[in-house]
């Protein structure tokens, strides 16, 4: 913290890691510093194993950039409104309603 007022990024770290994932996204809006720890790393990694029931022996996917991007990203439940393969059909992409888009190589 700069200023030295309110409360150190620990102890929000502490509390927030009780909290489920989308009180941790809504308390990410009050503030500079809350939404810095809201996106912490070993934060999503916790909420990460505890919501989905997941023993910590489970590693990340490794095609994942971050614990926060990968529950995002599990968490997706839109509808798909597009799916187009490539001319050589060695990738497809898809749009969906929440206006995301997701390119795949398929192996």
Known sequence: MDDG??????????????????????AGLACRQWLAVSRDEFLWRELFYSYYRITHSVPRNPSSVSWYREFKRLEHH?????LAFSHRGHR????????????????
């Open 5 to 26: 007022s309110g409360l150190q990024d620990s102890l929000v770290l502490e509390i927030f890691l009780r909290l489920p994932h989308d009180a941790v996204l809504s």
């Open 78 to 82: 839109d509808q798909v409104l597009h």
């Open 92 to 107: 497809f992409s898809s749009c969906f309603k929440d206006c995301t888009v997701k390119v795949c190589h398929i192996i």
